[in-house]
């Protein structure tokens, strides 16, 4: 089982930066992918950006592609979310999900571990 927690949300204003941390227990972080997702207030919760165990594949949402960037420091366990020129649509808890199966996927619904998510707001 991995647990994860997310940290360094907060206020920005537009056109600023953020980075988020997402910090995995668990002995076996590195043998799993991770994803962020993010949920606006009376919305689903959202595709952000997602990378494979490996490292060598990072996926992106069209809303945020040239502007986040995802990373992962297996040694450390932890993922890592840099999100730069931020916009007030950006605003929403992010969340850390850790899929325990093959393959990317896009959907909340193929993650199982999940953290308590952390704020972010973007003022314009």
């Known amino acids: 089982q991995v647990q994860p927690v997310e940290s360094g949300g907060g206020l920005v204003q537009a056109g600023g930066s953020l980075r988020l941390s997402c910090a995995a227990n668990g002995r076996t972080f590195s043998n799993y992918h991770m994803g962020w997702f993010r949920q606006a207030p009376g919305k689903e919760r959202e595709f952000v950006a997602a990378i494979s165990w490996g490292k060598d594949s990072t996926y992106y949402a069209d809303t945020v592609k040239g502007r986040f960037t995802i990373s992962r420091d297996n040694a450390n366990n932890t993922v890592y979310l840099q999100m730069n020129s931020l916009k007030p649509e950006d605003t929403a808890v992010y969340y850390c999900?850790?899929?325990?199966?093959?393959?990317?996927?896009?959907?909340?619904?193929?993650?199982?571990?999940w953290g308590q998510g952390t704020q972010v707001t973007v003022s314009s």
């Open positions: 999900g850790v899929r325990d199966g093959y393959g990317i996927r896009r959907s909340p619904l193929d993650y199982v571990y």
